[in-house]
């Protein structure tokens, strides 16, 4: 079944607790850290539910981000054919980028910092990353979550501290600038009947670009419900602003006015497919 | 093992046989970050880590190989052509003096703190050219590594370790013997000759507004008009500073150096265009060109652009800068090939 919106009335009557994760667990889903619910404290019942059993506060759950990457609205082939917005034809072999600083929101107005949050998606020809499961993520409805692509400048400069999944060693960071590359992609254009390599790789502080999305009705999270947040992101926006004939190598930040309209480009790209919450 | 040979009778320099003291002239203490606190094995594992060319991808180039300690840890060139791939740098090789105190690596500022910098000349394809994941096997392979990573750090030998252990060994370098510090310390009042002094009154006039304080840097970046054109090619390096910032502000400026063991760090400049100390003060004299970023510190009264001075105060400031150079800091076998 899917539960998309807030169904689980008797659990809403505790906006607070979701800036910790709740200990006490549903009797009825045994899981590795339930304590015993005191049956001497009845639950407060916000509504009128036809179950009269005292329904106990849920356990943090898991929610699964994924990100289709899609080019005119169909997935995107490596190595194939596809048109930019000024009519370039090109082909793209790399696409990769940060995602951080994950939050998910309540209706409260309350949020959910996931710690440590950063993580290298990518379609390349050796590996596709473009999902990512989060844990601990305290029992309640979210109306929807903010995520940054880049890396927060408290964590781009000094490139030897390895938060989350941040590292040098996988070829997202720069040494001539301290700092990780945000997004990187990489293909060929068609030059005239040659098709050449071209590359844009950007980042720096005044690129990081956080991104929020809204659920058209809230999901529940806890640990009785499969949830799972689906997005698109259309490659062929990021391309709005470049000529890639024109500047076939950008590396850098906002000065380099092609980088900067990628840095627009891919906060802008992502739009919501579905959110869902399964029991 | 480490130490210099500084005279710090105040007892306020690290109380450590193996670790430098600092010279009074120049700071308390070797400030280092919260993460990567200075330790003996740590330096020391560092400066193995600083001859070892196994950091290369073919084994044969060592940060050593263009940092050579008889030049101040610069390397002669103008520009090195040393690195794994035999390709021309587009820039001088730094002399390495007094890192700790500075921040901002590189000409441009470009390295955040001495530990990411250090990921840079390891990965360029023309410096060092070294996957970090295949120096990671090599240095687990090795049948001394796992070993010293484990005594200077509680996780052992990890890629943050490696920079960790360089930007250790860096910090050691100090210099600050040279006759000029013998004179300013008080240790040795004859260590400058009348003419060293007069050069020294005059370099505090004509020098000291960017090569300011003990450490002969300011460490402002500064245009000090050497071009007038600063093109986009490779991938904007000419740009200085505002390649960094995103400034143009910026454009064309370059770290103050330091002036210490200057004599030995020749050639001259961010690019190594000039051979001689003589250049150098014939472009502050007449060189200098004008340009929107250029340094107010080189644009005179009437617009005279440049550091007006005569013949005999060029010699003179010579002789004065001849007095940085520290024979300890040259020599010192804590800071060779172990």
């Known amino acids: ?279 | 093992m480490l130490s210099i040979g500084c005279a710090s009778d105040d007892g306020t320099a690290n109380s450590s046989l193996t670790l430098p003291m600092v010279p009074v002239n120049l700071a308390d203490a070797i400030p280092s970050p919260e993460r990567n606190p200075l330790t003996i094995d740590g330096a020391a594992l560092g400066r193995r880590l600083f001859y070892d060319p196994l950091l290369s991808a073919n084994n044969e180039v060592a940060c050593a190989t263009c940092h050579i300690q008889e030049h101040a840890f610069s390397d002669g060139d103008s520009v090195s052509s040393a690195g794994v791939s035999g390709q021309a740098l587009l820039r001088n090789t730094p002399a390495l003096i007094n890192l700790a105190w500075m921040g901002g690596y590189f000409w441009d500022g470009g390295g955040y703190d001495l530990e990411s910098q250090a990921f840079a000349p390891i990965e360029h394809v023309d410096e060092m050219a070294q996957d970090l994941n295949e120096l990671m096997d090599e240095l687990a392979a090795h049948s001394d590594y796992l070993t010293l990573f484990s005594a200077a750090f509680e996780d052992g030998l990890t890629l943050p370790n490696v920079v960790r252990a360089l930007a250790q060994f860096e910090r050691t370098l100090i210099s600050a013997n040279a006759p000029y510090d013998r004179f300013v310390r008080g240790e040795d009042p004859d260590a400058l000759t009348n003419v060293e002094l007069h050069g020294l009154a005059l370099f505090e006039g004509l020098c000291g507004g960017c090569h300011a304080t003990d450490f002969f840097t300011d460490q402002s970046y500064r245009n000090n008009g050497l071009d007038t054109v600063y093109p986009d090619d490779h991938e904007r390096v000419a740009w200085g500073r505002a390649r960094i910032t995103d400034d143009l502000a910026d454009l064309g400026k370059y770290k103050v150096p330091t002036l210490r063991n200057i004599v030995l760090t020749a050639p001259y400049m961010h690019d190594g265009r000039f051979e001689t100390l003589d250049d150098v003060l014939a472009h502050y004299r007449f060189g200098v060109q004008d340009t929107d970023t250029l340094d107010p510190l080189l644009r005179g009264d009437g617009g005279a652009l440049g550091i007006p001075m005569t013949d005999d105060e060029a010699a003179l400031l010579l002789l004065f800068l001849e007095t940085l150079t520290d024979e300890d800091f040259l020599t010192n076998p804590a800071y060779s090939a172990p």
Request: aromatic letters at 8%; hydrophobic letters at 35%; one cysteine or more.
């Open chain 1, 1 to 279: 079944m899917i539960v998309v919106g807030a169904m689980l009335v008797a659990c809403g009557g505790d906006g607070s607790s979701n800036t910790e994760p709740d200990t006490t667990q549903d009797s009825g889903t045994p899981t590795p850290d339930s304590e015993p619910v005191p049956d001497s404290e009845p639950v407060p019942d916000p509504g009128p539910v036809e179950d009269t059993a005292p329904p106990p506060p849920a356990g943090p759950g898991a929610v699964t981000l994924s990100i289709d990457h899609v080019f005119d609205g169909q997935p995107l082939a490596l190595g194939t054919d596809v048109t930019a917005p000024d009519g370039t034809t090109l082909q793209i072999n790399v696409l990769r980028y940060w995602i951080s600083n994950v939050q998910w929101h309540q209706a409260d107005g309350s949020s959910h910092t996931v710690p440590a949050s950063y993580y290298l998606f990518e379609q390349t020809a050796e590996n596709t990353r473009n999902s990512l499961t989060i844990a601990d993520i305290p029992a309640g409805d979210y109306t929807g979550f903010t995520m940054a692509v880049g890396v927060d400048k408290e964590h781009n400069h000094s490139t030897d501290v390895f938060e989350g999944e941040l590292s040098t060693a996988v070829e997202m960071d720069w040494g001539w600038n301290s700092g990780f590359i945000f997004f990187k992609i990489e293909g060929e254009y068609n030059d005239n009947g040659a098709m050449t390599f071209f590359k844009a790789h950007v980042g720096k502080d005044d690129l990081y670009r956080e991104v929020t999305v809204t659920f058209d009705a809230p999901i529940t999270i806890d640990d009785a419900h499969q949830s799972a947040v689906q997005l698109s992101a259309e490659a062929k926006t990021i391309f709005n602003g470049w000529n890639v004939p024109d500047a076939p190598s950008i590396v850098g930040g906002p000065t380099n006015s092609p980088a900067g309209n990628v840095g627009t480009n891919y906060s802008q790209w992502f739009s919501l497919l579905a959110a869902t919450s399964e029991e």
